[in-house]
């Protein structure tokens, strides 16, 4: 349960720490459980938008390696304008992953105590970045189009596009953490339905 405070409440958050501490290099096949709770999340992420987008995604494969979404919306912007919204995009959501990664009860004091061999932080940004692909992509193949949008070479813009979806991205963000929690715990595999905007 969370608190009214808007935390995980303390045995969550012992139960989450636990969970990742499971995750550490000590662990048997901790990493190993971590890398494919990691892969199968990119996964699923892929296959979401290749039935939202279809055949807009020629440069990305479901099944395929993790591309980054600079490869996505190549196809409606330039590599450079890509690449400078996917920069600043990460930005953003690396704050939010900090966010919610301190809502589970691993706050920057706790992070530097654990001895942790990933990036719990820096693959959760990248996670959620690819429930942002489809706006984005479809924001840059409007005005490419000539429709009057949002224009997300500006920062502010660009800002206003995410806080649009901030909610949704907190929402996912938990509930990715909880399974993260939960295959490390009991080595399920992750079942695909509960787990993408």
Not at 51 to 76: E, H, K, M, N, Q
Request: aromatic residues 8%; neutral net charge.
């Amino acid at each position: 349960m969370r608190s009214a405070a808007g935390g995980w409440g303390v045995t969550r958050t012992i139960y989450f720490i636990r969970g990742c501490a499971l995750a550490s290099a000590a662990a048997p096949g901790g990493m190993a459980r971590y890398g494919a709770w990691r892969d199968a999340m990119m996964q699923v992420a892929l296959r979401v938008l290749h039935r939202r987008l279809g055949d807009a995604l020629t440069d990305c494969r479901a099944d395929g390696p993790a591309l980054g979404f600079a490869a996505i919306w190549s196809g409606v912007a330039g590599a450079q304008e890509c690449a400078s919204i996917e920069r600043r995009l990460h930005g953003l959501l690396a704050g939010l992953s900090a966010q919610l990664l301190a809502e589970a009860g691993l706050d920057a004091a706790r992070w530097c105590k654990l001895d942790f061999e990933f990036d719990l932080a820096g693959d959760l940004a990248a996670l959620l970045g690819w429930a942002l692909a489809e706006p984005v992509f479809l924001t840059l193949r409007d005005r490419a189009g000539g429709v009057s949008v949002l224009d997300l070479n500006d920062q502010r813009q660009l800002i206003a596009l995410f806080e649009i979806h901030a909610e949704d991205l907190r929402r996912l963000g938990r509930r990715w953490l909880h399974q993260l929690r939960q295959w490390l715990e009991t080595c399920e595999p992750w079942r695909e339905g509960g787990g993408f905007i």
